[in-house]
């Protein structure tokens, strides 16, 4: 018999700590909760669902649907063995170079929000997609922020760009924070800088200063 309450069967793209993105058919709303369904291959199980709160939603750039980053609450080891599982069993799709994990670079930039604590931060890395950014305060997770980033090009002294805190985990000691932000709402103009920027930093760095996100 139909069971017409079976969560929603939906794409791996990846999992980051305890953030899981998925492509959907159909958009999501910010903070709403739901459970996901993840096909799984050559496993007993044959899917897994997974409880979600959904931080950001948009539509995929290389095809039909949308793409979803959400937050798990899991305890630390229940996510290690859910990435462990995804990673090696989960179905996913053909997304040609979207489906390639992400380079980032290390890179320590000046950074100015009105949304973070003091109002300033310095990154910790930087891909096409997002960075890390560190602070001295906790940032809710699904705030959007507005960025202005300093670098060191004479010919670029700047990057303004706007994202969504996926993620907040503060030190042992209560007196760091480090932010995992999604890049949203970017222009081609603002896709093209941050991409040159990348591209010309990435030519002046060693190779153990790119990291596979």
Same mark, same amino acid.
């Given at each position: ?37 993840i096909r799984l291959v050559d496993h007993e199980a044959g899917h897994v669902d997974v409880p979600v709160t959904v931080v950001s ?74 960075l890390r950014l560190r602070c001295t305060g906790p940032v809710e997770v699904g705030m959007s922020l507005d960025l202005i980033l300093?670098? =060191? ?19 042992? =000691? ?20 941050? =991409? ?18």
């Amino acid at each position: 018999m139909l069971n017409l309450f079976a969560p929603e069967v939906v794409s791996f793209f990846e999992m980051s700590e305890a953030t899981l993105t998925f492509l959907s058919s159909r958009a999501k709303a910010v903070g709403s909760k739901q459970t996901v369904r993840i096909r799984l291959v050559d496993h007993e199980a044959g899917h897994v669902d997974v409880p979600v709160t959904v931080v950001s939603s948009r539509s995929n750039s290389m095809g039909k649907g949308y793409r979803i980053s959400a937050t798990l609450g899991l305890e630390p080891l229940h996510l290690e063995q859910l990435e462990d599982l995804l990673y090696s069993f989960a179905v996913r799709p053909d997304l040609g170079k979207l489906g390639r994990r992400s380079i980032r670079q290390l890179v320590c930039l000046k950074a100015a929000s009105q949304e973070i604590p003091g109002r300033q931060g310095v990154t910790v890395d930087m891909s096409s997609h997002g960075l890390r950014l560190r602070c001295t305060g906790p940032v809710e997770v699904g705030m959007s922020l507005d960025l202005i980033l300093q670098t =060191d090009m004479g010919g670029l002294p700047s990057i303004t760009a706007r994202g969504r805190v996926l993620s907040c985990t503060g030190s042992a =000691d209560g007196l760091a924070y480090e932010l995992g932000i999604d890049f949203i709402g970017s222009s081609p103009a603002q896709v093209a800088i941050v =991409d040159y920027y990348l591209g010309t930093l990435s030519s002046r760095v060693q190779p153990g200063q790119l990291l596979a996100v």
